[in-house]
């Protein structure tokens, strides 16, 4: 059975033996070794005192197999971001790892971009991804890497690669920061964020090009969110032309300035 095993694995990650749980769930040790080897199966009651104790919760410890999880979600789940407790589903992340064991950065490109739309839950598919490591990211995170297209989000040049943290609970998406979002209707997009989450189940997604108009996207449409960490680019980002012209014109008040003071000057001597 699942709870078992979960149990099991939750105990051991917290380094603690059967005594000390039992001690601290107020239970004979042979109880907590019976739900552990699933020889005794726990009342509602003691479903509480488990989800309490390990702060996760009851449909999490029931229903989803910890042990299949990659670390960077069995991490978030400690840390209490348990998304049946927030109010989303939870799901294993198709992901791989290394001959060290280490989590891989999976690389999306532009001619991958399709199949992943639908293979991004088949561990087959994500497989078969290149991957790739960036050093200076936590090993307590999950990652992706998304090529973007055309010309929305410029500065950022077409054709870049941007990484993205996979985030479990999309409560936490935030106002104003940038997202690689994976949705039902329009594949794979890198927007700004607007998070209307709370008020109408929507998102606002705003591109950082302003000659594209922001639109609204529902939840139920979402199926992976990824919040932006860096980019790479084989390309220097145009020059912000909006700022040359503002440069030049505050220059050319200087001068002007300067010029009246010397004919003020002039016409005090």
Request: no cysteine; charged share 30%; hydrophobic share 35%.
């Amino acid at each position: 059975m699942i709870f078992n095993s979960n149990i099991k694995v939750l105990r051991k990650r917290r380094g603690r033996t059967q005594d000390e749980v039992a001690f601290t769930l107020e239970m004979k040790r042979p109880t907590l070794s019976g739900y552990e080897n699933g020889v005794a199966q726990p009342n509602m009651d003691m479903l509480i005192k488990f989800s309490e104790y390990y702060g996760v919760a009851i449909d999490t410890l029931i229903k989803v197999d910890l042990s299949a999880l990659p670390e960077s979600q069995l991490s978030q789940l400690e840390r209490g971001y348990d998304t049946f407790i927030k109010g989303s589903n939870l799901r294993v992340l198709a992901t791989t790892v290394g001959e060290d064991n280490e989590e891989n950065i999976e690389l999306v490109s532009e001619k991958a971009k399709a199949g992943y739309a639908t293979g991004f839950a088949d561990p087959e598919y994500i497989r078969v991804l290149p991957t790739f490591r960036l050093p200076f990211l936590s090993k307590q995170k999950k990652y992706r890497g998304f090529q973007i297209s055309g010309d929305s989000m410029l500065p950022i040049p077409d054709g870049s690669y941007v990484t993205g943290e996979f985030i479990q609970d999309w409560s936490t998406i935030r106002n104003h920061h940038a997202y690689i979002l994976l949705t039902r209707e329009e594949g794979i997009v890198f927007k700004v964020v607007e998070n209307k989450v709370d008020k109408d189940g929507k998102l606002r997604l705003h591109s950082l090009n302003p000659i594209y108009d922001p639109f609204d996207i529902h939840v139920n449409d979402l199926r992976e969110v990824w919040k932006f960490v860096n980019y790479m680019s084989s390309e220097v980002p145009e020059p912000n032309k909006e700022k040359d012209a503002l440069a030049d014109e505050v220059e050319k008040l200087k001068k002007e300035v300067r010029a009246i003071q010397m004919t003020l000057n002039f016409r005090e001597q």
